[in-house]
């Protein structure tokens, strides 16, 4: 593909992301691998060229723009030579015309900005939620290997952590194939340790989807107790079993619930466990560095949606844990009316219980729980509480 045509496949995909994140349709990355998968005279390198044209694109614009041509302008403003490629040969776009429309730039909506910076975000924190992101890995000891990746850092606090150098192609990594290790940010890893898993206890990870916390819980439950998965989706919670076999994680149980009928079908777990981990459903903006099109999903309402669906599995997640046990709240957003203020406004209604102390290799204290943010602790954004039943 020439450098025009390469700018003209990143705008019709940013056309379909546009329309995507509108009508909550698939993801970027599902989009772009659909759109090659029909296109086969693309190589890797146009593709790779392609992807990341598009992302620069979204990473550039920070409100949903109209079309996929007024975000590629938008780069093309700030670089030269992506502006030269608007030259209408062949598979190019057209020529660049005096009054057409140039996405604004920017880091996110206006509204969520607000929203982040009454969260006590400040603006540093705020560029940095749509900065690139590190691929980390986790290593299982439940598989005996000697782990040797080129290139692969230790992570500050995480004996099982390591970073790996980006573009490493994990699924081609003998490690990855024998289930020696995990994908899993660094902040995911750090957040899942205030359950304080142990062998022998029976936890509950109620919101479990494909399991990447159910996987970390087991792996240092070494074999003894139980981790019941549960979910709402199942083709989410399906792709947990051939992970839990491949990490050869047997303790792992998983149980589809109905939203709206969750005790009813966890009645044989209501007040007997010894720690519910709860990481709700959120707004995702901790995780803008891996998904950036997200900002361009949210809107105030989806928001008020989220929040109510968080009240009632806190409420779900209590009823599991037993007297002495913990539930543990965890959001992959800044915006404290998901984090901080929906776990105070649980301790206000719910005497019987307190918020503890935690000990994590990072984050900062806030609120009733801590926080991680890209910025500070160079992981995906988090807020973690550890809720003590009395
Ligand atoms: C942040 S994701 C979980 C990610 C997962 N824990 C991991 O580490 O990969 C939140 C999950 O909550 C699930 N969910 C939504 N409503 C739920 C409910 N009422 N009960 C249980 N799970 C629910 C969603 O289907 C989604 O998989």
Not at 328 to 334: E, G, Q, R
């Amino acid at each position: 593909m020439t450098p025009s045509a390469r700018t003209q496949a990143a705008i019709e995909l940013l056309d379909q992301i546009i329309a995507a994140a509108r009508d909550s349709g698939a993801a970027a990355d599902t989009l772009i691998a659909r759109y090659f998968a029909t296109r086969r005279y693309a190589g890797s390198k146009d593709r790779r060229a392609v992807r990341d044209l598009v992302y620069a694109a979204i990473r550039a614009v920070g409100e949903r723009p109209p079309t996929g041509r007024s975000a590629m302008l938008a780069l093309a403003a700030s670089d030269a030579e992506v502006a030269a490629t608007f030259d209408g040969v062949g598979h190019g776009p057209a020529p660049i015309g005096k009054k057409e429309v140039t996405a604004a730039t920017g880091i996110a909506p206006r509204w969520i900005i607000d929203r982040l910076y009454g969260s006590d975000l400040d603006e540093a924190d705020c560029a940095a939620l749509i900065d690139r992101a590190p691929l980390d890995v986790r290593i299982n000891r439940a598989i005996d290997e000697v782990i040797a990746i080129e290139g692969a850092e230790p992570i500050a606090g995480l004996a099982d952590g390591l970073r790996l150098p980006s573009g490493t192609q994990v699924e081609n990594l003998p490690a990855y194939n024998h289930g020696a290790i995990e994908v899993q940010d660094a902040g995911s890893q750090i957040v899942t340790l205030a359950a304080r898993a142990q062998p022998g206890q029976r936890i509950v990870d109620l919101c479990a989807g494909a399991g990447g916390k159910t996987l970390a819980l087991a792996a240092v439950m070494r074999g003894e107790g139980v981790v019941l998965a549960t979910d709402t989706d199942r083709n989410r919670l399906s792709r947990l079993a051939p992970r839990a076999e491949r990490a050869r994680a047997g303790i792992i149980e998983s149980r589809l619930i109905n939203p709206g009928r969750e005790l009813e079908m966890l009645d044989d777990w209501i007040g007997s466990a010894d720690c519910v981990l709860i990481d709700a459903p959120c707004s995702g903006t901790g995780t803008w560095r891996r998904n950036p099109e997200a900002r361009w999903r949210l809107t105030p309402d989806r928001i008020e949606r989220l929040v109510e669906t968080q009240r009632k599995v806190l409420e779900v997640g209590a009823a599991l844990v037993k007297p002495g046990g913990a539930l543990v709240y965890i959001v992959c957003s800044l915006l404290d009316e998901e984090g901080a203020g929906q776990v105070a406004t649980f301790l206000a209604a719910n005497p019987g219980w307190r918020a503890q102390s935690l000990d994590l290799p990072a984050g900062r204290r806030h609120g009733p729980g801590t926080r991680l943010t890209p910025a500070h602790d160079a992981t995906d954004g988090f807020f973690v509480a550890r809720l003590h039943h009395a």
